[in-house]
Every structure is written in structure tokens, then in C-alpha cells.
Nanobody, 122 residues
Framework: QVQLVESGGGLVQAGGSLRLSCVAS??????MAWFRQAPGKEREFVAA????????GYAVFVKGRFTISRDNAKNTMYLQMNSLKPEDTAVYYC?????????????????WGQGTQVTVSS
């Protein structure tokens, strides 16, 4: 049974940094991704990474500020978030899909974590 557990969220001031982690178990995780959902908004794609880490993709609004990475020996994916803005406030979700092609739509992902709250104060 696939399980994804996120951690690392919290409250941070604008301009600050956080690193989110997602520990995966119970399967193979060809593509892993981060999504986020702000209050009153739909869940949106943030970033994705392939198995080897050689291919990454980012939403335009986080490019240059966030970095996705993974450590397969630890079955863990990370999201380093720098220069955080109040509009980055959201619940951040980890997701994975078994197909080995990069994807940015919510429906492309089979498994989801419970999410971790990130709050950025102004």
C-alpha cells in the first residue's frame, strides 16, 4: 500500500525559507510532485521530478525560488522554498504516479499525501 507523508510546513515570515519533505513507502515512484491548495482555490501544480532527478518541472510562479529534489535511498522527496511570499500560503501536497512521464495535472497522479500547512506572514 502506497503511503506518502509530508512534513516541514510551518509559519514563516515573507522572504524566509522552508524545506518540505515527503517520505514514500509501499511502491515505486517514477514521478513525484508537489501540489498546493490555498483557501478557496483549486489545487495547483508546483513542481515535479523524475526517478533519477535528471528532469524537473516547475510552475511559473515558483521558478527560481523553489527547488525540488529527491533521495531515492531514503525514499524521500524535498521541496526547498526560498524567498517565500504571502501568496505561497497553502496546504502543500506530495503526489506520485507510476507512469514515467512528467505530468502537471492533478488527475495524472495516483497517490497523495495528507498535506502540510505552509503559512507565510507579511
Amino acid at each position: 500500500q502506497v503511503q506518502l507523508v509530508e512534513s516541514g510546513g510551518g509559519l514563516v515570515q515573507a522572504g524566509g525559507s522552508l524545506r518540505l519533505s515527503c517520505v514514500a513507502s509501499g511502491g515505486t515512484f517514477a514521478i513525484m510532485a508537489w501540489f498546493r491548495q490555498a483557501p478557496g482555490k483549486e489545487r495547483e501544480f508546483v513542481a515535479a521530478i523524475n526517478w533519477s532527478g535528471s528532469n524537473t518541472g516547475y510552475a511559473v510562479f515558483v521558478k527560481g525560488r523553489f527547488t525540488i529534489s529527491r533521495d531515492n535511498a531514503k525514499n524521500t522527496m524535498y521541496l526547498q522554498m526560498n524567498s517565500l511570499k504571502p501568496e505561497d500560503t497553502a496546504v502543500y501536497y506530495c503526489a506520485t504516479r507510476s507512469r514515467a512521464t512528467m505530468a502537471g495535472r492533478e488527475n495524472d497522479y495516483n497517490y497523495w499525501g495528507q498535506g502540510t500547512q505552509v503559512t507565510v506572514s507579511s
